[in-house]
C-alpha cells in the first residue's frame, strides 16, 4: 500500500504529459491539412491559440490579472510562444522524424537551464547526458558527401534550426512552469496560449508583409473547423502539459515527454511525413540514451 501510494502522485502527472505528447507528436498532419488549404502554419497557430485564449478569459477571468501581475509568467509567454510557432511550421514543411529528434535535444537544454533557473546540481551524469545529446545531434545533422567548413554537423534548413530552436524553448518553457508552479494554474495557462497566439501571429505578420509567408486566406469551412477542433485538442493537451510539468522534475518531463517521438514516428512513416535510416536510427539512440540516463537520474533523486 505505501509503494502504491508513494507512485500514486506521479502516475496522472505523467499520464498528463503523454497526452500532450500524443497531441504534439500527431499534429503535423492537420497542420499540413491546413496548409494544403492555403493556411500557413504560422497563421494556423496563432487562431488556435487565438481560441484557447478566448476559452480562458471567459471561463477563467482572473487569469488575466494573474498573467499581467507577474512579470515571470511573461517569459513562460516567450518560450511557449516560440516553441509552438517553430515546432508548428517545422513539422509542416520538414522531415517530421527528423524535426523531432533535433527537437529532442530537450535534454541537453534542460540540463542548464535547471541549473541556471532552478538551482539543480550540475553532476557528472548530467555532463554525460550532455555529451550524449550532443553526439546524436551530430550523427543526425551530419551532412553526406560535403569537405570543409560545410562538413560540419551544424542545421542547413529552415525546418532543422526551427526544430532545434523548439526544442530549446521548450526546455525553458518546462523549466518555467516548474519554477512557477506555486502560481495559479489558470494563470500559468493562459501565458502559454497567449505565447502562441501572440508570438505566431507577430511572425506571420512580419514575414507575410516581406513575402515569405501567404496572407492569411478568406474564411472557409474547409479550415475553419480543423482550426476549431485543433484548437480543443492544443488546450488539452497543453492543460495536461502544465500540469504535469509543475509536478515532476524538470529532467523527468523531458523525458516522459519522449514519448511524443514514438508517436510522431509513428504517424510519419505510416503517413507518408518523415523516413527514417541509418543515419537517423543511430543519432536517435543517443538522443533517446541521453534521456534515459534523465530518467535515471530523476529515479535516484526521489
Known amino acids: 500500500m505505501s509503494l502504491t501510494r508513494t507512485r500514486a502522485p506521479f502516475l ?42 478566448l476559452v480562458i478569459v471567459v471561463l477563467r477571468p482572473r487569469a488575466v490579472g494573474q498573467l499581467l501581475r507577474a512579470p515571470a509568467l511573461w517569459v513562460l509567454v516567450l518560450a511557449s510562444g516560440t516553441t509552438n510557432a517553430a515546432f508548428n511550421w517545422a513539422v509542416t514543411i520538414g522531415d517530421v522524424v527528423r524535426v523531432v529528434l533535433l527537437f529532442y535535444l530537450m535534454p541537453l537544454w534542460t540540463v542548464l537551464l535547471a541549473r541556471l533557473l532552478l538551482h539543480e546540481p550540475l553532476t557528472r551524469t548530467a555532463g554525460a547526458r550532455v555529451l550524449l545529446a550532443l553526439a ?70 512580419a514575414l507575410s508583409g516581406s513575402g515569405m509567408v501567404s496572407a492569411l486566406p478568406a474564411p472557409a469551412p474547409g479550415w475553419l473547423g480543423i482550426v476549431a477542433a485543433l484548437a480543443l ?36 512513416l505510416a503517413l507518408g511525413g518523415g523516413s527514417l535510416n541509418s543515419q537517423l536510427l543511430l543519432g536517435g539512440a543517443l538522443i533517446l540514451l541521453a534521456a534515459l540516463l534523465s530518467t535515471l537520474s530523476g529515479a535516484d533523486a526521489h
Open 12 to 53: 496522472w502527472p505523467a499520464l498528463a504529459l503523454t497526452l500532450n505528447a500524443f497531441v504534439w507528436g500527431t499534429s503535423w498532419w492537420p497542420f499540413r491539412q491546413l496548409e494544403a488549404r492555403g493556411l500557413h502554419p504560422l497563421w494556423a497557430t496563432a487562431l488556435i491559440y487565438a481560441v484557447a485564449v
Open 136 to 205: 546524436g545531434a551530430a550523427v543526425v545533422l551530419w551532412p553526406a558527401e560535403r569537405s570543409g567548413w560545410e562538413a560540419l554537423p551544424l542545421p542547413r534548413s529552415l525546418p532543422d534550426w526551427l526544430g532545434v530552436l523548439g526544442g530549446f524553448t521548450f526546455a525553458l518553457n518546462n523549466v518555467m512552469l516548474r519554477r512557477e508552479a506555486h502560481r495559479p494554474e489558470e494563470g500559468r495557462a493562459l501565458a502559454m496560449f497567449a505565447g502562441g497566439m501572440t508570438v505566431a501571429g507577430a511572425l506571420a505578420l
Open 233 to 268: 485538442l492544443f488546450l488539452a493537451g497543453n492543460l495536461a502539459l502544465q500540469y504535469g510539468a509543475a509536478r515532476l522534475p524538470a529532467n523527468v518531463t523531458s523525458v516522459v515527454m519522449l514519448t511524443e517521438i514514438l508517436f510522431a514516428s509513428a504517424s510519419a
